[in-house]
T-cell receptor
Framework: GQQVMQIPQYQHVQEGEDFTTYCNSS?????IQWYKQRPGGHPVFLIQLVKSGEVKKQKRLTFQFGEAKKNSSLHITATQTTDVGTYFCAGHQASGTYKYIFGTGTRLKVLA | DTGVSQDPRHKITKRGQNVTFRCDPISEHNRLYWYRQTLGQGPEFLTYFQNEAQLEKSRLLSDRFSAERPKGSFSTLEIQRTEQGDSAMYLCASSLGVFGPGTRLTVL
């Protein structure tokens, strides 16, 4: 079945440093979503990527969808303490299913 | 407040009891997902509704789990004969990934 892996599992950065998490799917995706979940909270939708090679930016966050639509990345420039949380990707397989498969998540800690 | 509400927020039950959770999605969203999340893991897909039709159900879901969405509005998720392994956060999400706050289930 479809699997979605994320690396790294954990990342500690000093405030102001950059951060990147990578998401890899075992199957081709029709689209991919990114979420942020704070400790004790629920996943909060950040963005959806649909097109091959797509790049989208939200302030300090840059999202990329690979050309083969099997991988994606989230890059945060100049992290802030408010960026703390776990970042999940969720992939929708290209055909035959409605479900999103969530990645294993990357837990980000930002040290002030 | 995301616009998706879930009730109850917490449920403690004894093994073998039945429990039912409710999700009220954003009214104009016709898609509804149920997920289960355990500590340190990503949400795991349980089932998907489009309006009132249940279009997909996880093969991992045993027959103790059932979900309904009458009239395509709110949805319920029932777990019969709960087991300790059912302890988790049960999350509901509507279209475009809008998640509710979840129901935390603890089975003693």
């Amino acid at each position: 079945g479809q699997q979605v892996m994320q690396i790294p599992q954990y990342q500690h950065v000093q405030e102001g440093e950059d951060f990147t998490t990578y998401c890899n799917s075992s199957t081709t995706l029709s689209n991919i979503q990114w979420y942020k979940q704070r400790p004790g909270g629920h996943p909060v939708f950040l963005i959806q990527l649909v097109k091959s090679g797509e790049v989208k930016k939200q302030k300090r966050l840059t999202f990329q969808f690979g050309e083969a639509k099997k991988n994606s990345s989230l890059h945060i420039t100049a992290t802030q303490t408010t960026d703390v949380g776990t970042y999940f990707c969720a992939g929708h397989q290209a055909s035959g299913t409605y479900k999103y498969i969530f990645g294993t998540g990357t837990r980000l800690k930002v040290l002030a | 407040d995301t616009g998706v509400s879930q009730d109850p927020r917490h449920k403690i039950t004894k093994r073998g009891q039945n429990v039912t959770f409710r999700c009220d999605p954003i009214s104009e969203h016709n898609r509804l997902y149920w997920y289960r999340q355990t500590l340190g893991q990503g949400p795991e897909f349980l089932t998907y509704f489009q309006n009132e039709a249940q279009l997909e159900k996880s093969r991992l879901l045993s027959d103790r789990f059932s979900a309904e969405r009458p009239k395509g509005s709110f949805s319920t998720l029932e777990i019969q004969r709960t087991e300790q392994g059912d302890s988790a956060m049960y999350l509901c999400a509507s279209s475009l990934g809008v998640f509710g706050p979840g129901t935390r289930l603890t089975v003693l």
